[in-house]
């Protein structure tokens, strides 16, 4: 690597101001268009209504744009926040950060969370959220240097394309000598050339000498990020302890933390064991239930399976602290050292996969038919170099080799390329087509509803099997689940505000293993009150994992397990001691409906958010094709005759899938209806001006939003 | 005898991961368990056997995502 030169376009030099109670009380904002950096201020109304995290990003992405904004038009916000607690170094998963922005491929708010060291950076630094609007007239880097207060806007010449290289360069040449100190955003040359770009965040691995990374997946923010000729964000922070927050109450903070991090530690080793095998584990557990995605959701279960969990991986993961943030007992970002690609610009070369987790498994693997491990590390890491989704590029091959085996689509649609389920080269090849935006690979880059749109007009596939088949709610690929089972979790895809991703809802055990939620009553309530819940993470700056992946030994002796209540209340005593407000855990709840309801509303500012786009493929429900329904016949005729009362003794295969799918389809339909009835939704799934007033996001913008949508 | 939670527990012939959960009370809690580090779901509780002197963990709910 040659010396790099950087040239500065722009330097604002600031006081950083002395935290208070977890909050920096400003937001950093840069419009790339002009070479414009400003700071401004947090107000008390800010952090009443949207606390911090994705309620902040919200806030400045609704004031960034307007009701006619596209995602590549100049006003599209980038932001990225962490929390009021974000950044404490002892209490588990407080390394979070939330990106939104307007999306690529929903054309509606997007938003994702991601660790590593940013976010607490980024509000060390003095700034409790960052915008970048505009598009640089070149490729710009952005330094926030909170050591040096100073933010500069730099060309840098000679930077390399892939995420993987850029991300060590730039933590070398701004460390000073201390590595750690330093965090990376950046992207690839996949999120240039595709709608599905992602976002790697890196964090410091002292042990292995390297900047590893973890992603910003969902809905193509680094497609945002690559359009604004954004090559990459850094900050710089010092030490961090206990103080840095400077938090209301430290030694109650100090008191729940070591209280939190010693359950943590004492009860992974005998529950999931994340910190030593990540989420490997849900792989033969998802398979032995039927719960795993195979041949693009078709199936649930594949004996391939025990290949690509968690007994393979727990051998080839490089063992070690894996903590994306510092002092994180759960430790779960586990990477794979030493590993040779077989194809692709790092041939032959020796390189540090960062994963796989769960999600990167079954959507490059066995929801592609592969079930190779080092396949999918391969995968894993050239969508992380590249700057691709894993989850959407797992979701889009499979739907393409789903088409391609149906003869939806052909070798003269392909470029040549068999893409018959399992042909792992070939997938690898689609991979690398995307990232340079060449060949089939640009097309299927463009997202599934994409796709849809191409294989029906230029390529004249069924458009109605594509519809079925097409794994996509709202524009946003399926995250790695089977729901055909699970209504609840058919409702946990179907009205998550950004599209099909489990960080929302994941119902899918409580309901159909456990059995926790019979009625349709049940069912809303567990829809209204773990979306709920999981948005208060991302407002704080928190992960959701040690909440209920690790749980206490007398948990199961509580009224309501699934809650995980103990843990509710450390995290009500967590938020007390860092901002000194006094809170209930009824109150987490609450502070995440306000902020809920809010981008349920901002989509509908976006042309979206109305029941007409709370839909799902039919293969989310149910079976598509007979051969899916045969597959689990006995399931399925058990239905119709036990559940249904109907007599299906003369009836043929054909018949038994359309008169199940009336039955699927109409259930799903009365679970909305009662969803938005227990979230104070009209039946159009607007929040009724009610229940914006009760929440106290009844200003007036809101209610002009509603009140153009006939629902005031 | 076999582990149970760390509890000793009298192993017998023919014992499977099924017929212990049996005599263990909210027993219905628990969708998977490892045993000698190996998971096993409910769907292989029945057929899935336990030898003598093994160590059973019982996972608790999975709530995974």
């Not at chain 1, 977890?22 to 800010?46: C, F, H, R, W």
């Not at chain 1, 430790?331 to 999600?359: I, L, N, R, W």
């Amino acid at each position: 690597m040659t010396q790099l030169k950087p040239r500065e376009i722009k330097a604002l030099s600031y006081t950083r101001p002395t935290l208070e109670q977890g909050y920096a009380n400003q937001t950093l904002s840069i419009d790339l268009s002009g070479a414009a950096i400003s700071i401004k201020p947090v107000s008390e109304i800010m952090k009443e209504v949207f606390v911090g995290g994705k309620g902040f990003d919200l806030w400045l992405l609704w004031n960034a744009v307007t009701t006619e904004t596209k995602w590549n038009d100049p006003e599209n916000a980038i932001c990225i926040a962490s929390g009021p607690m974000g950044g404490t170094p002892g209490y588990p998963g407080s390394g979070k950060s939330i990106v939104t922005t307007i999306s690529p491929t929903t054309g509606s708010v997007m938003d994702s969370n991601v660790g590593g060291y940013f976010g607490p950076y980024l509000k060390f630094s003095g700034f409790d959220a960052l915008e970048v609007t505009g598009q640089g007239a070149d490729d710009t880097v952005i330094f926030i240097d909170g050591v040096g207060q100073e933010i500069k806007l730099l060309q840098i010449p000679g930077l390399p394309e892939d995420s993987y290289a850029l991300s060590q360069v730039l933590t070398d040449f701004f460390a000073e000598g201390k590595k750690q100190n330093i965090s990376v955003v950046s992207t690839g040359p996949g999120a240039k050339h595709s709608l599905i770009g992602c976002l790697n965040f890196t964090w410091y691995d002292v042990k292995r000498k390297r900047a590893r990374y973890k992603q910003a997946g969902r809905g193509g923010i680094g497609t945002v990020f690559a359009h604004k000729r954004l090559r990459a964000i850094v900050a710089r922070w010092d030490s961090v302890t206990m103080d840095t927050n400077n938090p209301a109450d430290k030694e109650a903070l100090t008191t729940v933390s070591k209280a939190y991090s010693k359950e943590i530690r004492d009860l992974d080793p005998k529950q999931n064991e994340m910190a030593r095998v990540g989420t490997t584990h849900l792989v033969p557990i998802m398979n032995d239930f039927d719960l795993l995605p195979t041949h693009n959701f078709r199936y649930g279960q594949h004996p391939g399976a025990n290949n690509i969990g968690r007994d393979v991986y727990q051998h080839l993961f490089d063992p070690g602290f894996d903590g994306c943030w510092r002092g994180c007992t759960v430790a779960c970002s586990h990477g794979v050292k030493d590993f040779v690609p077989m194809t692709g610009p790092y041939k032959g070369q020796t390189v540090f996969v960062d994963g796989p987790e769960y999600e990167t498994i079954a959507g490059c693997g066995s929801n592609i038919g592969v079930f190779d491990p080092f396949t999918i590390l391969e995968m894993n890491f050239y969508c992380d170099a590249y700057g691709l989704d894993t989850i959407s590029v797992g979701t889009g091959i499979a739907f393409v080799m789903e088409c391609f085996e149906l003869g939806l689509i052909t070798a003269s649609h392909t470029g040549g390329m068999d893409l018959s389920f399992g042909n792992r080269l070939k997938a690898l090849e689609l991979v690398h087509q995307m990232a340079a935006g060449e060949g089939f690979g640009a097309v299927v880059g463009q997202g599934i509803r994409r796709m849809k749109e191409v294989f029906e007009k230029e390529y004249g596939a069924d458009a109605a099997l594509l519809q079925d088949i097409g794994m996509e709610s709202k524009g946003l690929e399926f995250s790695e689940y089977m729901t055909k089972e699970s209504l609840a979790q058919q409702g946990g895809y179907g009205i998550a505000l950004k599209g099909p991703q489990h960080d929302e809802a994941w119902l899918i055990f409580l309901d159909m293993v456990h059995n926790y939620m019979p009625t349709f009553e049940q069912k809303a309530e567990a829809l209204h009150w773990f979306p709920m819940f999981r948005t208060w993470f991302g407002l704080c700056g928190l992960c959701k994992l040690p909440w209920n992946d690790i749980v206490p030994e007398d948990n199961k002796e509580t009224p309501e397990p699934a809650k995980v209540m103990k843990h509710i209340h450390w995290y009500a005593d967590y938020f007390n001691a860092v901002t000194g407000r006094k809170v209930t855990p009824d109150d987490l709840v609450q502070m995440s409906e306000a902020v809920y309801n809010f981008q349920r509303i901002f989509n509908l500012r976006m042309g979206y958010g109305r029941r007409e786009h709370d839909t799902l493929p039919y293969r989310a429900m149910g079976p598509v094709t007979v051969e899916e329904y045969e597959s689990r016949r006995e399931r399925y005729d058990k239905q119709l005759t036990e559940k249904y009362g109907v007599d299906i003794a003369d009836k043929e295969a054909p018949e038994k899938v359309a008169i199940l799918r009336g039955f699927r389809e109409q259930q799903y339909e009365e679970l909305k209806d009662a969803v938005y009835e227990r979230r104070g939704w009209n039946k159009d799934g607007i929040p009724t001006a009610d229940t914006v007033k009760r929440l106290g996001i009844d200003f007036p913008e809101v209610l002009e939003v509603l009140k153009a949508n006939g629902a005031s | 005898m076999i582990s149970v939670d760390g509890r000793q527990v009298p192993w017998h012939e023919g014992m499977t991961v099924g017929t212990l959960l049996a005599d263990i009370q909210d027993a219905h809690l628990y969708a998977v368990v490892r045993l000698n580090g190996k998971l096993v779901s409910r769907p292989n509780f029945q057929t899935t056997p336990i030898p003598d002197n093994a160590e059973v963990i019982l996972l608790p709910m999975i709530a995974g995502g």
